[in-house]
C-alpha cells in the first residue's frame, strides 16, 4: 500500500494520530533498511514550547536538541526540579500543584508562549493534548499546534464524536448511548437500556481516567459520580458516555501517521492487553497475533481517518475509535523517530517514507513502571523522594524514557509513572529474557513500586503463550498478587544467598582498610553454623567459604554461591550453582534482617548465629493491629469527602470517606457493621499511607 490519498475532507482528520511519545536512546543496535535522518538544513521552527511534564516532555526535548530546536518547558510550582525543566532550555511556572491550575490553566499556558516567543506547542499526551479550545486559541495566535487541529480533535478526540464518525464510515463500533449523560439517573436508564454489564467512561482524554465499570445499578450511580469528578480533574471536562462492557477482550492498537497533504502510513501494531484498572502495564510490537488481519483493519482505519483500537471478544470484532498517543515500542521496530515526524508534518512537510518502507525489525517490548504498590489492587500509588535511582542502561538493546532521576520526588498529585522501560530483541523470547534481565538490574529506592509485578507477568506461561487479555491480571491472580512463588530450588538458592551475604558482613566488619581491625585475633572461621529464618520457616545452614566462593549446606543438598561480594553496591551480581543471577540488598540491618529482592519480589530474611537463634527465643513478639474497628489509608492521597461523623452506624462495605490519589479517585469502605467513635479527617486534608481516617467501636 503506497502512501495513501484520503478524501479531501479526512486529511485534517488523519491528523488525529497525534502526539507520539519517545525515548531517551535508541534501542541498542537496530539494523533497518532505512535510519531517522536528523537534516539540520531542513527548516522547522525555532523554538517550541511543550505544554506537558515528566517522561514525554523529557522525550520531545530529547528530538528537539537533535533537530537544533530551542526548547520551553512548563512547570507547576512542585515540579521547579523536575528533570524537564533543567534540560529545557527554559522554563516559565504556570501555576501551582494541582494540574487544573497548572498543566490544565490555558491562560498561564498562553501567557508563557507569549513571553517566551515560542513559535509552536506540543502538548504531550493528557492534559490539553485533546483539548479543542486549547488548539482553537494558539491558532488564533498564530502558534503552531503540534497535533490535530480543531476538527480532528473534535472529530477523534472526543470519544462521543468519534464514534459518530466511525458509524459513519460504516465501521463497527461498540453498542452503547452516544450522547451526554446528564446525570446519575440517566446513566442507570441507559445502562439498563444497554444491557449490563457497562462502562463508563469519559468522553474526553483517555490513561484509564474516569472509566468505571458497572454491573447493576448501584455501581452505574457510583461510577457516574467517580468518573465525572476523574474526568474534570484530569482533563478539564467531566462528560460521559455508556457503552457495553467488552468482557475478555484484547487490545490491540494500530499506529498511523498522516500529514498535511493526504499521505499516511501504518506502523505496525501493539499488543497492550496487558492492563489494570483499564491502563497499560505491559506492552509489545508487534503484536503475537497473525498480521493479515492488522493489515485488513489498517486499510479501514486509514479510511476512517483516524487510529484504531482493535477489540476482540469472542466471535465479535469491533473497532474503537481513539487518538493513541505514544509508543517506544514502534520506533524500535519501524526505526522512526515519530516526535520528528510529527515536527515535520506541522511544518507542512510531506512524509518522507512510503508503505513499503516501514519494516518490522525484530520485537520490542514495554513495561511500565509505576510508583505503586502491586500487592494492593495490583498498584496503589506510592510517593516519595527517589533516594537511589539507577536505570539499567549499561545492558544492551534497553532504553528507559523517564522523566525523574535520583532526588525526584514523587507526588500525589500526578501520574505514578517512573519510567517506560523498553528492550529490544530479534525475536520475541529474545526481548523477554532481556527484559527479565532489565528489570532485574533497575534499582529504586525510596518508594515502593511495581517491578515484582512487572517481572511475573513477562515470565508467566500464559503471557509467553500469547494467551492474554485485557482479564490476564484478576484471572491468572484472582485473590490479588502475591509476588513471586518460590520453588523449592528457588527457596535454597535465596537462603543460600542469604548465608553468603551475612558471612561475607562479617567477615567485612572485622576489617578496616583492608586490613583487620585488631592486631591480635583468633584464626578466621571457615565455618559458620547459621539460622535462617523465611516466611515463618527456621532452617539450619551450614556454610565453608574459599575466596569468594561460598558453599551452603541446606537440608543435605549444597549450593554453591560465588561473586564479587561488593556490599556498597545496589545490586549484587552471582552466581549460584553455576547460573548467573542479579540480586539486590535491598535492607541489611546489624540484627541480621535482610531483605533480598530475588527474581523481582522482596524477600524478608533473618539471619541469626546459632548462639542467637537460641536466646531469640525470649524476645517478646509484638501483637498485630486489630484492622477490622480502624480505616488506615492504603495509599497517599487527599481526602475528596467524608461520609460519616461520630455516633453514625455503619454497614459492612458501606462507603466512608474518599481518597483521591494520582487522580483517581478510591472508596474507603467499612470493614465491619459498627457504630462510628471517631473521626481523623475532613475533605481537603492530605493523607499518607497508613494514616488514621476513622475508628470504629
Not at 494500530?254 to 502495564?281: F, P, T, Y
Not at 519494516?359 to 509505576?370: D, L
Request: aromatic share 6%.
Amino acid at each position: 500500500m503506497a502512501a495513501y490519498r484520503g478524501a479531501a475532507g479526512f486529511q485534517r482528520v488523519l491528523l488525529a494520530v497525534k502526539h507520539v511519545c519517545f525515548s531517551k536512546q535508541r534501542c541498542g543496535v537496530i539494523i533497518c533498511r532505512y535510519s531517522t535522518v536528523y537534516d539540520p538544513n531542513e527548516k522547522t521552527f525555532d523554538k517550541i514550547l511543550i505544554a506537558n511534564r515528566g517522561e514525554i516532555a523529557c522525550r520531545v526535548i530529547k528530538t528537539c536538541k537533535k533537530m537544533g530546536i530551542k526548547t520551553v518547558a512548563v512547570h507547576s510550582d512542585v515540579d521547579s526540579s523536575a528533570v524537564h525543566v533543567k534540560v529545557a532550555d527554559e522554563a516559565v511556572c504556570v501555576g501551582p500543584a494541582p494540574t487544573s491550575k497548572s498543566y490544565l490553566n490555558m491562560d498561564a499556558i498562553m501567557n508563557a508562549i507569549k513571553q517566551t516567543g515560542a513559535q509552536a506547542v506540543h502538548p504531550g499526551y493528557g492534559f490539553l493534548s485533546e483539548n479543542k479550545e486549547f488548539a482553537k486559541r494558539l491558532a488564533a495566535e498564530g502558534v503552531t499546534f503540534i497535533g490535530p487541529d480543531t476538527h480532528a480533535i473534535q472529530a477523534m478526540g472526543d470519544k462521543i464524536e468519534s464514534k459518530l464518525i466511525a458509524k459513519a464510515a460504516k465501521v463497527n463500533t461498540i453498542p452503547g448511548f452516544d450522547g451526554v449523560v446528564k446525570d446519575a439517573e440517566e446513566a442507570v436508564k441507559i445502562a439498563g437500556e444497554i444491557g449490563y454489564p457497562v462502562m463508563i467512561k469519559a468522553s474526553a482524554g483517555g490513561g484509564g481516567k474516569g472509566m468505571r465499570i458497572a454491573w447493576n445499578d448501584e455501581e452505574t450511580r457510583e461510577g457516574f459520580r467517580f468518573s465525572s469528578q476523574e474526568a474534570l480533574s484530569s482533563f478539564g471536562d467531566d462528560r460521559l458516555l455508556i457503552e457495553k462492557f467488552i468482557d475478555n477482550p484484547r487490545h490491540i492498537e494500530i499506529q498511523v501517521l498522516a500529514d498535511k497533504h493526504g499521505n499516511a502510513l501504518w506502523l505496525n501494531e501493539r499488543e497492550c492487553s496487558i492492563q489494570r484498572r483499564n491502563q497499560k502495564v505491559v506492552e509489545e510490537a508487534p503484536r503475537v497475533l497473525t498480521r493479515s488481519r492488522s493489515r485488513n483493519v489498517a486499510r479501514t482505519l486509514i479510511d476512517a481517518a483516524c487510529t484504531v483500537t482493535f477489540v476482540r471478544s469472542g466471535s465479535c470484532c469491533e473497532y474503537v475509535f481513539l487518538t493513541q498517543v505514544e509508543h517506544p515500542i514502534t520506533e524500535c521496530i519501524t526505526g522512526l523517530d515519530l516526535v520528528q515526524q510529527m515536527i515535520r508534518i506541522a511544518k507542512g512537510y510531506k512524509l518522507q517514507h512510503k508503505q513499503s518502507d516501514i519494516p518490522i525489525n525484530g520485537w520490542a517490548v514495554e513495561s511500565r513502571v509505576y510508583a505503586e504498590d502491586p500487592y494492593k489492587s495490583f498498584g496503589l500509588p506510592s510517593i516519595g523522594r527517589l533516594s537511589q535511582y539507577q536505570e539499567p542502561l549499561d545492558l544492551p538493546n534497553v532504553r528507559v524514557d523517564s522523566g525523574i532521576q535520583e532526588g525526584s520526588d514523587i507526588s500525589i498529585y500526578y501520574d505514578p509513572m517512573i519510567s517506560k522501560l523498553v528492550t529490544y530483541g530479534k525475536t520475541r523470547e529474545e526481548a523477554l529474557k532481556k527484559m527479565e534481565d532489565a528489570l532485574d538490574n533497575y534499582v529504586i529506592r525510596g518508594v515502593t513500586h511495581n517491578i515484582p509485578l512487572l517481572r511475573e507477568i513477562i515470565v508467566h506461561s500464559r503471557f509467553v503463550s500469547g494467551d492474554i487479555s485485557t482479564k490476564f491480571l484478576p484471572e491468572v491472580y484472582p485473590d490479588g498478587f502475591k509476588g513471586h512463588m518460590l520453588t523449592a530450588g528457588e527457596r535454597r538458592e535465596l537462603l543460600a544467598t542469604a548465608a553468603a551475604l551475612y558471612v561475607a558482613a562479617q567477615l567485612r566488619s572485622q576489617k578496616f582498610l583492608g586490613d583487620l581491625r585488631v592486631s591480635v585475633v583468633p584464626a578466621e572461621c571457615r565455618r559458620w553454623e547459621l539460622c535462617v529464618e523465611l516466611d515463618k520457616g527456621v532452617h539450619m545452614l551450614g556454610v565453608s567459604r574459599s575466596g569468594n566462593n561460598y558453599t551452603v549446606e541446606i537440608d543435605g543438598e549444597k549450593v554453591e554461591v560465588s561473586g564479587e561480594w561488593n556490599l556498597a553496591s545496589a545490586l549484587l551480581p552471582i552466581t549460584i550453582n553455576g547460573k548467573h543471577r542479579t540480586l539486590q540488598c535491598l535492607l541489611r540491618t546489624a540484627a541480621g534482617e535482610i531483605s533480598l529482592q530475588y527474581l523481582g519480589t522482596s524477600f524478608k530474611l533473618r539471619v541469626l548465629s546459632k548462639l542467637a537463634a537460641s536466646l531469640s527465643k525470649h524476645m517478646p513478639e509484638k501483637v498485630p493491629e486489630d484492622t477490622s474497628s480502624i480505616l488506615r489509608s492504603p495509599m497517599p492521597g487527599s481526602v475528596v469527602a467524608v461520609s460519616v461523623k461520630p455516633g453514625d452506624n455503619v454497614a459492612e462495605g458501606q462507603e466512608i470517606c474518599v481518597i483521591e490519589a494520582m487522580k483517581m479517585q478510591n472508596s474507603m469502605t467499612a470493614a465491619k457493621t459498627a457504630k462510628v467513635k471517631s473521626v481523623h479527617c475532613k475533605a481537603g486534608d492530605t493523607v499518607g499511607e497508613g494514616d488514621l481516617l476513622v475508628e470504629l467501636e
